[in-house]
């Protein structure tokens, strides 16, 4: 594991992964997102963090390709917003909607199955699974439950370990701490940090801004669909303007 | 291993059964048409059910492509192919029923399914009834008169396998694993997006699927009855099967199964009331809302419908690290 992320550290960090260019999302006459610009480096994790409404999950339905906008985005150099959802996942990008999208009538080990909808791979399939389970420990225990009847902390996680299971390079994470306990969020998060450690983007969505930006390499502020700053996690988290905004 | 046993077992001995009662006079007439009629329902319901339970859509259609299968394979048999031709004959014209269907289904499903929401049922509405009018405008088929002189080719051997068949097709296309991304969009459609299913392509083949038995069922009818007009496939016979649908719940083949039977048995015990069948059918179904809602077996099914327990993928206890 640590030699994979000293590879990744010295090779592979100044590759971009991700590129956003002057990206717009509009609903009828309202502009959310008014050209926006970003980029994620290989083996990175990005936080976008903003007050409600500042446009962060149109932006990542945008990039999952679920919802129409205008401007570019390239992934690992290729354009991408000509292409659809499935197409997009099967690149290597995978999200963790908000309010996590768990198929509730379907069993934990069936909704991670539905990840690998498409493959035909059986191997890498299975070791998968057991990747996630190891990660997961508790969805293992809970295989054969219902997704509906676990808690919000194990559907998060079921969540998490779902988009893994399409073997993304870049997950894009929207709100993963939201109604949550405390604890439950130092968890994910340390669990988030585990899968980047393997050599994973991440693109964190939160409003939780302090504990993202601790957690990301870079992160952006967004205002009302822009971008007001930007910088290292450190150097955000300490922002007076961050501080006042976001923090109390 | 076992149940696999029990199944076939069952399945032999329906079989049987269903070439020992006509060979052998075990049941009169009426109850053999009866039992007919039911397997027809069974595969309309299972079929409907595939896109108003399992895909969480609202089709309101199925008579429509019923009335394909039926007016494709009647034409077939009564027009194309040579009577007293080879076996072949009446099986082929029931695939070329629920293919016309099929085909009609995809010209159905590639506009319904550009938008969400209730375009479905409009779309459908709408094509049930260019249908019908289609057919009572063309003089070749009899136009409103109907078609004459369809062979009573349906026998009940026919109609026990492919009520089997549309069972058997249904249920493994939904414990598939392609098939789940059916009931991922009904829990929850951009999720099953953002997991990379295409939901269009999925929804498209559900529909294709649903729309195949439905010609199928009409094709076994029209051979059955020996008579069909356009007026037969009107929107109340969308109706009956949309009752046995939500009477037997929505998400379930067994469910399906219990809701077709209830429904024909009801519809001939009832025969004698005469008009008031007309009353006591829709109350009982609104009884039915009232006090189930999901209709008798809403989203569980019989065991023996559901997938095999999967070896459990144990994760190794300790992992080096």
């Given amino acids: 594991m640590t030699s994979n992320s000293q590879i990744n550290k010295s090779t592979r960090l100044t590759d971009i992964l991700l590129e956003v260019r002057d990206l717009r999302v509009r609903y009828g006459h309202i502009e959310a997102v008014q050209g926006i610009s970003f980029k994620i480096l290989a083996g990175e994790i990005v936080a976008l963090v903003g007050a409600n409404g500042a446009g962060k999950s149109s932006i990542l339905r945008a990039i999952s390709g679920i919802l129409p906008f205008g401007g570019e985005v390239l992934f690992e150099g290729q354009p991408i917003q000509r292409l659809g959802s499935a197409a997009i996942v099967a690149l290597g990008i995978a999200q963790v909607p908000e309010g996590r999208g768990i198929f509730g009538t379907l069993t934990v080990k069936e909704n991670l199955r539905l990840a690998t909808w498409n493959r035909r791979d059986r191997r890498a399939i299975t070791a998968n699974l057991r990747h996630v389970f190891d990660l997961f420990p508790r969805l293992a225990e809970r295989q054969r439950q219902l997704g509906g ?32 306990a405390p604890m439950l969020v130092h968890e994910i998060f340390r669990i988030l940090k585990d899968i980047n450690r393997t050599g994973t983007s991440l693109l964190l969505v939160e409003q939780n801004a302090l504990m993202a930006l601790k957690a990301a390499s870079r992160g952006y502020v967004l205002e009302t669909g822009r971008i007001v700053l930007h910088g290292t996690g450190r150097e955000l988290a300490d922002h007076p303007r961050v501080k006042e905004a976001y923090l109390g | 291993m076992n149940r696999h046993w029990t199944i076939g077992l069952l399945l032999l001995a329906g079989a049987a059964l269903s070439w020992a009662i006509p060979r052998y006079e075990l049941l009169n007439p009426y109850l053999q048409a009866t039992l007919m009629y039911l397997g027809i329902n069974i595969i309309l319901a299972t079929s409907l059910n595939l896109i108003n339970g399992y895909l969480g859509e609202f089709s309101v259609g199925h008579a429509g492509f019923m009335a394909v299968g039926a007016y494709a394979s009647a034409i077939l048999t009564v027009m194309l192919l040579p009577v007293g031709a080879a076996a072949w004959r009446f099986p082929l014209a029931i695939m070329a029923g629920g293919c016309a269907a099929a085909l009609t289904g995809l010209v159905v499903a590639i506009p319904a399914f550009r938008t969400r929401g209730d375009y479905l049922a409009i779309v459908t509405l709408a094509f049930a009834m260019i249908v019908k009018s289609a057919l009572e405008n063309i003089n070749a088929v009899g136009g409103p008169r109907g078609l004459l002189g369809i062979e009573g080719l349906s026998t009940m051997p026919w109609i026990f396998a492919w009520t089997v068949l549309s069972v058997w097709v249904i249920r493994n296309f939904v414990y598939s694993n392609p098939g789940r991304g059916v009931l991922a969009i009904r829990e929850d459609e951009v999720a099953a997006e953002l997991m990379g299913v295409n939901t269009r392509r999925v929804k498209i083949r559900a529909f294709m699927i649903a729309s195949f038995f439905a010609g199928v069922a009409g094709g076994l009818f029209a051979h059955l009855l020996q008579f069909i007009s356009p007026r037969i496939f009107d929107i109340t016979k969308t109706t009956d099967i949309l009752v046995m649908v939500y009477l037997g719940g929505v998400g379930s083949i067994g469910g399906s199964i219990v809701g077709a039977s209830m429904f024909t048995v009801l519809q001939e015990c009832l025969r004698p009331l005469g008009v008031w069948r007309m009353v006591i059918m829709p109350l009982l179904l609104v009884l039915l809302m009232l006090f189930r809602p999901r209709g008798i077996m809403g989203l569980r099914d019989f065991p023996w419908f559901r997938p095999s327990v999967e070896c459990p993928q144990r994760p190794p206890e300790t992992h080096p690290s």
């Fill in chain 1, 149 to 180: 009847t676990l808690s919000g902390g194990e559907q998060q996680m079921l969540a998490i370990a779902r988009a893994l299971m399409t073997r993304a390079k870049l997950l894009l994470l929207d709100e993963p701490s939201m109604g949550l």
